[in-house]
């Protein structure tokens, strides 16, 4: 996905809108476990500093995500945003600088929109915050139905079990 930055880098202080709308970059598939649904739908800030221009982007990705606790598939959205600084250089990005260059009219966004989504894919992915999970001992769904199955006691509290029930 490219930006457009033909027109805002004319001028400093310079400042321009841009919706982008396109398949999701191949780059942000691989970042993610989770098959992402939709196309991208971006909405791109690119503001001219007078010696770089600052590209901010944010938007939804949602992905068919595997709940954590009780393996039920949902579609889990990943709010993402991400600033980043560009200057009119030629040459490749070095890492010890901080900010990126870019030569000519437009400003390749797949690697970043994949860090962005990326970063803010949850480790462990949970459908629903009271989202009971499965029993540990039957595996049945306790979102669905209750399990018959008794608790099983930690054997370093079966003194104290024993205890609790002796007679005085």
Same mark, same amino acid.
């Given at each position: 996905?490219?930006?457009?930055?033909?027109?805002?880098?004319?001028?400093?202080?310079?400042?321009?809108? $841009?919706?982008?709308?396109?398949?999701?970059?191949?780059?942000? $598939?691989?970042?993610?476990?989770?098959?992402?649904?939709? %196309?991208?739908?971006?909405?791109?800030?690119?503001?001219?500093? !007078?010696?770089?221009?600052?590209?901010?982007?944010?938007?939804?990705?949602?992905?068919?995500? $595997?709940?954590?606790?009780?393996? /039920?598939?949902?579609?889990?959205?990943? %709010?993402?945003?991400?600033?980043? /600084?560009?200057?009119?250089?030629?040459? !490749?990005?070095?890492? =010890?600088?901080? @900010? @990126?260059?870019?030569?000519?009219?437009?400003?390749?966004?797949?690697?970043?929109?994949?860090?962005?989504?990326?970063?803010?894919?949850?480790?462990?992915?949970?459908?629903?915050?009271?989202?009971?999970?499965?029993?540990? $001992?039957?595996?049945?769904?306790?979102?669905? %139905? #209750?399990? =018959?199955?008794?608790? =099983?006691?930690?054997?370093?509290? #079966?003194?104290?079990?024993?205890?609790?029930?002796?007679?005085?």
């Amino acid at each position: 996905m490219d930006v457009r930055v033909s027109d805002v880098k004319k001028w400093a202080g310079r400042e321009e809108v $841009q919706e982008l709308d396109d398949a999701w970059p191949s780059l942000a $598939q691989e970042r993610v476990d989770f098959p992402l649904l939709d %196309s991208a739908h971006i909405e791109v800030k690119v503001r001219n500093t !007078g010696g770089a221009l600052i590209v901010e982007f944010s938007g939804v990705a949602n992905v068919e995500a $595997q709940c954590s606790r009780c393996l /039920e598939e949902f579609v889990l959205p990943i %709010s993402f945003r991400m600033t980043e /600084e560009f200057r009119e250089e030629p040459g !490749g990005d070095d890492p =010890t600088l901080d @900010y @990126y260059r870019f030569v000519g009219d437009k400003i390749e966004l797949d690697r970043f929109i994949a860090d962005a989504v990326g970063v803010n894919v949850p480790l462990a992915p949970i459908c629903r915050e009271d989202c009971m999970g499965l029993c540990a $001992q039957c595996g049945a769904n306790l979102n669905v %139905s #209750a399990c =018959t199955c008794r608790p =099983t006691l930690d054997e370093r509290w #079966a003194v104290l079990e024993r205890l609790a029930h002796e007679p005085d």
